[in-house]
C-alpha cells in the first residue's frame, strides 16, 4: 500500500491559516491567491482522509485533529528551515537570503547607518527586514518565519543564542520651557507619574524605561498610548506630558525641529543592551556572529 505525506506547501499554507484565522489573510501572507491557499489545504485533508477546518462564511475553526496536527507541522517547517540552514552554512557566509525582524525602537534608527556599508561589503547578502514588537518578532523567530532578530535586552526571549552589539541609554525627554529647569541628569524621583507618556504594550522598550526608574506607581500611571517614538515626541512637544528616548533615537534626530529637549536619566540600569538573537544551536550561529560583529562595526 502506497503512503502519500503532506507537502511542505501543504503544511505552509495550513500554519498560516491558523495564524491568520482567515483565508484571505492568510493567503496574503503565503503570497498566493485565495482559492490555491484553499485548494491546498483540502489536498490536504484529503490526503489525510480528515476535516483539519471547519470552514463557514464568518469564522474558520479548526477541529482538534487540526490543531494537533497544526503543532506537528510547526516542527516539521523548523526542521525543513533547520535542513536548509545546513547548507547554506556550508557556503559563503552572509550570502543569500536572510530574514531579519526588528523591532520599532531600534529600525528606524539603526538600520538607516549600518545598511549602506552592508549592502556595499556584502553585496550577496539579500537581508529581508520586517519590523515587529518584541513578542511578534519572537513569535516569528521561534516559528521559523526570521531567521534572527535585533532587539534590546533584557527580555523573555526563549531558547536563543545572542550577540551584543550595543548599550543604549535611556533619556528622558521633556518641553523646553518645563517650569522645573530639571538638571543635567533625571532622577526617578523628578518623574511626575501624571505626565508620563510611554509606548502602548508589546514594545519592550516600555518595560525597560519602568524597571530603570524601578517605581512600581509608575506602571499604574503611565499614560501608554504612544503607538511609536515619533508620536510620543510630538505629543511632548505639544506639551501633553514628557517621555523617554533611547539614546540612539535622539543620534538619529529625533528631537530635530521640534522644542523638546532631553536630558540622561540618573541611575545604575539606566540602559538597555541592543543584541541580534537566533534559535539556540542553529547551524548558521558562526554566519549570525558575524552579522552581529557587522552591525556593532557600523
Not at 495550513?14 to 498566493?32: D, N, P, T, W, Y
Not at 498610548?225 to 512637544?237: K, P
Not at 522644542?259 to 558562526?286: C, F, M, Q, Y
Amino acid at each position: 500500500m502506497s503512503t502519500y505525506l503532506p507537502t511542505i506547501k501543504q503544511l505552509q499554507y495550513l500554519v498560516a491559516l491558523h495564524e491568520q484565522q482567515h483565508f484571505g489573510r492568510a493567503a496574503e501572507a503565503s503570497f498566493v491567491s485565495q482559492s490555491t491557499l484553499s485548494a491546498g489545504i483540502r489536498e490536504l485533508e484529503s490526503l489525510l482522509g480528515v476535516t483539519l477546518v471547519e470552514r463557514s462564511r464568518r469564522v474558520v475553526r479548526f477541529t482538534p485533529l487540526g490543531n494537533a496536527v497544526v503543532a506537528k507541522a510547526h516542527r516539521v517547517l523548523r526542521e525543513t528551515e533547520e535542513l536548509a540552514e545546513i547548507v547554506q552554512a556550508a557556503g559563503k557566509p552572509l550570502s543569500g537570503e536572510l530574514r531579519m525582524s526588528v523591532i520599532p525602537t531600534i529600525a528606524p534608527f539603526l538600520l538607516p547607518r549600518i545598511l549602506p556599508r552592508l549592502r556595499q561589503e556584502r553585496p550577496q547578502l539579500k537581508l529581508f527586514l520586517r519590523e515587529e514588537t518584541s513578542d511578534q518578532a519572537l513569535e516569528s523567530l521561534h516559528h521559523g518565519r526570521a531567521d534572527c532578530v535585533l532587539l534590546a535586552l533584557p527580555y523573555a526571549t526563549g531558547e536563543v543564542d545572542s550577540a551584543k552589539i550595543c548599550e543604549d541609554e535611556l533619556f528622558v525627554a521633556f518641553p523646553k520651557n518645563d517650569p522645573r529647569d530639571p538638571p543635567a541628569e533625571i532622577a526617578p524621583a523628578m518623574i511626575d507619574e501624571g505626565r508620563l507618556l510611554m509606548l502602548e504594550d508589546g514594545h519592550c522598550l516600555k518595560e525597560h524605561a519602568l524597571a530603570a526608574c524601578n517605581r512600581p506607581e509608575l506602571r499604574a500611571s503611565a499614560t501608554m498610548i504612544g503607538t511609536s517614538l515619533h508620536t510620543l515626541v510630538q505629543m511632548v512637544d505639544n506639551g501633553l506630558g514628557l517621555t523617554m528616548l533611547p539614546k540612539m533615537a535622539i543620534d538619529a534626530g529625533i528631537l530635530h525641529e521640534t522644542d523638546v529637549v532631553a536630558r540622561p536619566l540618573k541611575g545604575s540600569h539606566t540602559s538597555r543592551e541592543i543584541a541580534l538573537v537566533w534559535r539556540a544551536n542553529s547551524p548558521r550561529s558562526d554566519e549570525f556572529r558575524l552579522l552581529a560583529e557587522e552591525l556593532r562595526a557600523g
